[in-house]
C-alpha cells in the first residue's frame, strides 16, 4: 500500500510578521488623513441636507405662495400644517419624507420669516450650541459656499 505525502505548503511565521508589520505601516501612514476628515464629511454632510430641505422649501412655496412658518417648521414638510396659514395646494404625499437629523444626531433650527433672507436654516455643529468654531462652527443656509 502506498502512503499519501501530505502537503506542508502554508506561511511560515516570518512570512505572517512581514505581512503584519507591513500593514501596520499602512495604518500608520493612512489612518491619520482619514481621522482627520470626519468633520469635514459631517459638515459636508449637513450641506447636502440642507441643499434638500432648501428643495423641498421651495416646492412647498411653490405649491402655497408661502414658506412654512416658524410655528409650522419644517414638518410641514412632511405633515400638513394645522397651525397658523393652513396651505390650500399642500401635496398629498408631502415634499420630503423626513426630516433629517444632523449630523451630529440634532434637529436642525428653522425660522421664518428669517433674518438673513426668506428661511434661516441652521445646525449648530457638533457642541449643539449656537456658535463655535472648528468642528463647533455652526452651519447656516446663508453661508453655505456651492464649493463645498
Do not use: C
Not at 502554508?10 to 503584519?20: A, C, D, K, R
Not at 450641506?47 to 412647498?60: D, H, P, S
Not at 405633515?79 to 415634499?95: A, D, F, Q
Not at 449648530?124 to 447656516?140: I, L, P, S, T
Amino acid at each position: 500500500m502506498k502512503q499519501k505525502k501530505l502537503d506542508q505548503s502554508g506561511f511560515t511565521l516570518i512570512e505572517i510578521m512581514v505581512v503584519v508589520v507591513i500593514l501596520a505601516v499602512l495604518v500608520a501612514l493612512v489612518a491619520p488623513k482619514i481621522v482627520g476628515r470626519t468633520d469635514d464629511a459631517r459638515r459636508t454632510a449637513a450641506k447636502v441636507q440642507m441643499r434638500n430641505i432648501e428643495g423641498a422649501l421651495q416646492l412647498f412655496k411653490m405649491d402655497n405662495g408661502f414658506y412654512p412658518s416658524t410655528d409650522q417648521g419644517l414638518e410641514s414638510l412632511v405633515n400638513k400644517p394645522s397651525v397658523g396659514e393652513i396651505p390650500r395646494n399642500w401635496s398629498e404625499h408631502g415634499y420630503i419624507s423626513k426630516i433629517p437629523k444632523d449630523p451630529w444626531g440634532s434637529d436642525y433650527s428653522y425660522l421664518s420669516p428669517g433674518t438673513h433672507g426668506e428661511f434661516d436654516l441652521m445646525s449648530y455643529g457638533a457642541d449643539h450650541e449656537q456658535g463655535g468654531e472648528g468642528k463647533n462652527a455652526d452651519v447656516e443656509n446663508w453661508n453655505i459656499d456651492d464649493a463645498g
